[in-house]
């Protein structure tokens, strides 16, 4: 080999290893982070597998000796401790909590699958600033960890600008996390509009406070609530993705009450992911996966999409406290389908524009023809492949959507 093939050699490995490190993540680099939260508690690494193996990255009831086992499946924990978490009908107390707090923090706040701790559920607005000196306590003790306090459901503007602005002001936290479940026994294809009010009002507050807020959802029967579908989940799950959720929370995983924080025993839990004796439900396990599956895919994007608009199409009404099309909405109609509901999204990158559909028709699938405001470059649509997370041509008409299914769609505007 002469000296000039030796220098085009050496420029064609120099070359080859730049563009390798550009389009391969560094082992250092940390992965995008979309919390899918088994609200749940674990006592053993086979529950933490099975869950793994589900597309379960978090778990909301971990005890220390756990974390070893989280790590060793790539799942993070929030630490529970009886002695910061009280039982679940007594008011938080953060003279005991931060006692605890300052000893769990410094024995275990190092370990890599420490995501954050667990305060309290569902608590009312007497607790809210007990809460704020825990949560105050974690932010200084264990900057970037959850102090984990999840909301009840509620509607209204008591609840954004009073309740859930109480809750940030003093709490400060990482997520505005709360719960509401849709769907009740008595309707097979009921499923609740004040899960669309309740929606609103978190993404209102988490806008106005740019605090991501994350949300959980039925997935287990219990109560008067059904056991949900594929159907059912998917509406949950691409609803809340909609109106800009940046995490998602599953309740719940194992069809038993909680271990800790001395629950009632609710009694008829079913169609959970796992059963009482912690087996496979096939149906409602593999429906999860999938589910998480194609929200692992496109979560990377998802944690660049800033929520611009929210809007309903079509149905009997507009669900309380939203609304429907208006004159700068990039949709502007649809040509087929019954019910349907629009995020719009600005990418924080690029500027980009984006937009998620979702078909909340759950009796059946419908071609997806939307009336596309006159700015929008319609040779610029793209559909970003829950699968493979690449784009792929709009195809027009022939598009459509299972019941409760959604797609992300990049789009671009005319000057």
């Known amino acids: 080999m002469n000296f000039r093939q030796s ?27 979309f919390p899918l939260l088994a609200w749940d508690d674990v006592r053993d690494e086979s529950t933490i597998k099975k869950m793994a193996e589900c597309g379960i990255n978090l778990i909301a009831f971990t005890p220390p000796e756990l974390l070893d086992a989280c790590e060793k499946y790539g799942v993070k924990a929030i630490l529970f401790d009886k002695k910061i978490t009280p039982k679940w009908d007594i008011p ?9 707090l300052r000893k769990i923090i ?25 809460l704020g000196k825990s949560s105050r306590l974690v932010n200084e003790l264990a900057p970037g960890k959850w102090a984990y ?10 609840y954004d600008t009073t309740y859930v602005q109480l809750f940030v002001d003093y709490c400060k936290p990482k997520f505005i996390s709360y719960d509401n479940y849709a769907i009740g026994e008595s309707d097979k294809y009921g499923f609740s509009w004040g899960y669309w009010a309740n929606l609103w009002d978190i993404r209102s507050a988490s806008l106005r406070n740019n ?3 994350h949300t959980i959802l039925l997935t287990a029967g219990h109560i008067s609530y059904r056991a949900p579908s594929y159907n059912d989940l998917a509406l949950q799950v691409y609803g809340a993705l909609a109106y800009g959720a940046q995490g998602l929370g599953y309740y719940k995983f194992v069809g038993e009450t ?9 009694g008829n839990w079913n169609g959970s992911p796992l059963d009482e004796f912690h087996d496979i439900n096939p149906v409602a396990y593999y429906n999860l996966r999938k589910i998480n ?5 496109i979560a990377p994007t998802l944690l660049k999409l800033k929520s611009k608009a929210v809007y309903h199409i079509g149905g009997d009404s507009i669900p309380q406290r939203n609304q429907g099309i208006t004159a ?5 109609g649809m040509d087929s389908g019954v019910d349907f509901l629009v995020g719009e999204f600005t990418h924080v990158d690029d500027n980009s524009e984006w937009i998620m559909i979702v078909n909340k028709n759950l009796r059946g699938s419908t071609f997806v023809r939307p009336r596309f405001a006159d700015n929008v470059d319609l040779s610029s649509i793209k559909i970003l492949s829950q699968v493979t997370g690449e784009f792929i041509d709009w195809p027009g008409i022939w598009f459509s959507l299972e019941p409760g299914q959604g797609v992300l769609i990049r789009l671009k505007t005319k000057e």
Not at 7 to 33: D, V
Not at 106 to 130: C, F, M, R, S, W
Not at 258 to 266: F, G
């Open 106 to 130: 410094k024995l275990y706040n190092e370990h890599p699958a420490v995501y954050g701790y667990h305060l309290k559920d569902e608590p009312d607005g007497n607790q809210i600033t007990e």
């Open 149 to 158: 306090i999840n909301l009840p459901p509620g509607m209204g503007d008591w």
């Open 211 to 213: 605090i991501p807020f």
């Open 92 to 100: 938080y107390n953060a003279e005991k909590g931060n006692k605890a």
């Open 258 to 266: 909680l271990h800790v924080t001395e629950a009632p025993d609710l």
């Open 293 to 297: 599956k194609r929200v692992q895919t």
């Open 7 to 33: 220098i085009f050699t050496l420029i064609g490995i120099l070359f080859y290893a730049i563009s390798w490190s550009q389009s391969t993540p560094s082992k250092n680099q940390e992965t995008p982070f």
């Open 328 to 332: 700068s909405s990039l949709i502007q």
